[in-house]
């Protein structure tokens, strides 16, 4: 019995131990465009600060973008776009969390197609959405991802400008660029 | 007693498993609140709203005859308008100069804004703080005046504020502006209603926005040392087309700062006048022009 005892708790050591090497890499750099292409008029707006997490292990894919940090190259476009289109004082984040589709085995230099399936959240509405992207081990402790897919502004009741000195696309392509570190 | 070991070892390791998201982080708490009113002028005065850096802001302003002529003078619009059209450049996202020249009395008027404090939005900096001083000279022909035609210096004028602006919700901004104007010579030729030198008197100006792009503006302007009219107008401001179109009643018809405290507001009674501007925003500098 006592033997069981002891075993069981080697068992669970053995299990919470096992995060502290696990496949987990993080970043707080990546690079998030939108890319906003209209008939008339084309922009982009961008941010480096883009936060995640992706584990191999537990299959597990979380990232999320301060949307205030997103510039478009016109200080007042930029204002117009927190205060009345994405509302960040309200919704301050873009969101997704997720799992990968078929985890491939990586090796390092090779690049992999991957599909994630998961939760895209922005101005307060989640939808269930699937972006192909390409997963590559740079080296050991280094992974770099990158993915891009389109935003219908509709989808997230976000409604587009009529009159405004800058064309709104309705949907907005987003590319996404990120190296992450081994946590 | 085992079994309860091993549940709480169980829960443990379940929940340092199941591995939470990440934690969700502003980048940066102390954000600059973002327009605190829809332009560098709200109604006739200027505001806290800061320009980014190397943009020129553009604004023509309009005031018309009184009200109570009626359908027969369209509401004041057929006496005559003053104009002013100010150009604004912003050097960084601080310091900004500007030139305005006011139809009446041929004003030409220049002026620096420097915003001293941004309010954030974790309200470490709880308010905007902005200096505005300007010095204008009236280029009006009196030649007819023969000697006593004023010099230079005598037709010109100073002005000086601060203005202290919070936007207090989402909805509501209001900012107190003490204000100071300066004439050499009230000379009464000038068109202007005191014989003071020195003007002095509180702004206040608000802005309560009703829909994303539009909001109720307006101003008070109690003077401090003279018994001219104060200044009150009310109006709206709608973001259009990259524009800010701001309609209003106000009592004053006159733009300038200087002669916004000197001009006077007409005799009590008076009506309200029309009045608007159009503010524009010109961005410089950059390769890549979107717009």
Same mark, same amino acid.
């Given at each position: 019995?006592?033997?069981?005892?002891?075993?069981?708790?080697?068992?669970?050591?053995?299990?919470?131990?096992?995060?502290?090497?696990?496949?987990?890499?993080?970043?707080?750099?990546?690079?998030?465009?939108?890319?906003?292409?209209? !008939?008339?008029?084309?922009?982009?707006?961008?941010? =480096?600060?883009?936060?995640?997490?992706?584990?191999?292990?537990?299959? %597990?894919?979380?990232?999320?973008?301060?949307?205030?940090?997103?510039?478009?190259?016109?200080?007042?476009?930029? @204002?117009?776009?927190?205060?009345?289109?994405?509302?960040?004082?309200?919704?301050?984040?873009?969101? &997704?969390?997720?799992?990968?589709?078929?985890?491939?085995?990586?090796?390092?230099?090779?690049?992999?197609?991957?599909?994630?399936?998961?939760?895209?959240?922005?101005?307060?509405? *989640?939808?269930?959405?699937?972006?192909?992207?390409?997963?590559?081990?740079?080296? *050991?402790?280094?992974?770099?991802?990158?993915?891009?897919?389109?935003?219908? %502004?509709?989808?997230?009741?976000?409604?587009?400008?009529?009159?405004?000195?800058? *064309?709104?696309?309705?949907?907005?392509?987003?590319?996404?660029?990120?190296?992450?570190?081994?946590? | 007693?085992?079994?309860?070991?091993?549940?709480?070892?169980?829960?443990?390791?379940?929940?340092?498993?199941?591995?939470?998201?990440?934690?969700?982080?502003?980048? =940066?708490?102390?954000?600059?609140?973002? %327009?605190?009113?829809?332009? /560098?002028?709200?109604?006739?005065?200027?505001?806290?709203?800061?320009?980014?850096?190397?943009?020129?802001? &553009?604004?023509?302003?309009?005031?018309?005859?009184?009200?109570?002529?009626? %359908?027969?003078?369209?509401?004041?619009?057929? +006496?005559?308008?003053?104009?002013?059209?100010?150009?604004?450049?912003?050097?960084?996202?601080?310091?900004?100069?500007?030139?305005? @020249?006011?139809?009446?009395?041929?004003?030409?008027n220049l002026y620096s804004?420097?915003?001293?404090?941004?309010?954030?939005?974790?309200?470490?900096?709880?308010?905007?703080?902005?200096?505005m001083a300007g010095a204008g000279?009236?280029?009006?022909?009196?030649?007819?005046?023969?000697?006593?035609?004023?010099?230079?210096?005598?037709?010109?004028?100073f002005a000086?504020?601060?203005?202290?602006?919070?936007?207090?919700?989402?909805?509501? !901004?209001?900012?107190?502006?003490?204000?100071?104007?300066?004439?050499?010579?009230?000379?009464?030729?000038?068109?202007?209603?005191?014989?003071? =030198?020195?003007?002095?008197?509180?702004?206040? !100006?608000?802005?309560?926005?009703?829909?994303?792009?539009?909001?109720?503006?307006?101003?008070?302007? /109690? =003077?401090?040392?003279?018994?001219?009219?104060?200044?009150?107008?009310?109006?709206?401001?709608?973001?259009?087309?990259?524009?800010?179109?701001?309609?209003?009643?106000?009592?004053?018809?006159?733009?300038?700062e200087q002669?916004?405290?000197?001009?006077?507001?007409?005799? /009590?009674?008076?009506?309200?006048?029309?009045?608007?501007?159009? +503010?524009?925003?010109?961005?410089?500098?950059?390769?890549?022009?979107?717009?």
């Amino acid at each position: 019995m006592k033997a069981q005892v002891i075993f069981c708790l080697l068992f669970f050591l053995a299990l919470i131990r096992q995060p502290l090497d696990a496949q987990q890499f993080v970043t707080d750099n990546g690079k998030v465009t939108f890319i906003s292409k209209a !008939s008339l008029s084309e922009f982009e707006g961008k941010s =480096n600060l883009l936060q995640g997490v992706v584990d191999l292990d537990k299959n %597990l894919l979380d990232f999320y973008l301060d949307l205030n940090t997103i510039k478009t190259g016109i200080g007042l476009r930029d @204002r117009h776009m927190r205060e009345n289109y994405l509302e960040t004082k309200k919704f301050p984040f873009a969101e &997704f969390s997720g799992k990968i589709q078929d985890i491939p085995t990586l090796e390092i230099g090779q690049e992999k197609s991957v599909r994630a399936k998961g939760k895209f959240k922005i101005h307060g509405v *989640e939808r269930e959405i699937e972006v192909p992207g390409k997963l590559k081990k740079l080296n *050991e402790q280094e992974l770099s991802l990158s993915a891009d897919f389109k935003v219908l %502004l509709s989808d997230y009741n976000i409604s587009i400008p009529k009159v405004m000195f800058y *064309e709104l696309a309705e949907e907005q392509i987003v590319i996404i660029d990120a190296v992450l570190k081994k946590k | 007693m085992d079994k309860k070991i091993l549940l709480t070892l169980f829960l443990i390791c379940w929940i340092s498993m199941s591995f939470a998201q990440l934690e969700r982080k502003l980048a =940066n708490e102390s954000q600059t609140v973002d %327009l605190i009113f829809h332009a /560098p002028r709200n109604i006739n005065l200027l505001t806290v709203e800061p320009l980014d850096n190397n943009t020129l802001h &553009f604004s023509i302003m309009h005031t018309f005859g009184t009200l109570d002529g009626g %359908l027969q003078n369209l509401f004041g619009l057929d +006496n005559g308008a003053v104009i002013q059209l100010s150009f604004e450049y912003a050097f960084n996202e601080n310091f900004s100069l500007g030139a305005t @020249r006011q139809s009446r009395d041929k004003v030409y008027n220049l002026y620096s804004r420097y915003h001293l404090l941004k309010q954030t939005h974790d309200d470490k900096i709880p308010f905007s703080l902005s200096f505005m001083a300007g010095a204008g000279v009236n280029t009006a022909d009196y030649r007819f005046l023969q000697n006593d035609n004023p010099s230079f210096s005598e037709r010109s004028s100073f002005a000086f504020q601060v203005m202290a602006g919070r936007r207090f919700t989402e909805k509501l !901004s209001l900012q107190l502006s003490p204000m100071m104007a300066y004439f050499v010579d009230p000379n009464p030729i000038f068109l202007i209603e005191g014989d003071q =030198n020195l003007y002095l008197a509180l702004g206040f !100006s608000g802005k309560y926005k009703i829909s994303g792009k539009s909001s109720l503006t307006m101003q008070w302007i /109690p =003077n401090l040392n003279n018994d001219l009219r104060n200044n009150i107008g009310f109006g709206i401001d709608l973001e259009a087309g990259g524009h800010v179109f701001q309609m209003y009643f106000v009592t004053s018809q006159l733009l300038n700062e200087q002669y916004l405290l000197a001009g006077g507001n007409g005799a /009590p009674g008076d009506q309200f006048r029309l009045g608007f501007n159009v +503010n524009r925003v010109f961005a410089t500098g950059k390769k890549k022009s979107t717009w």
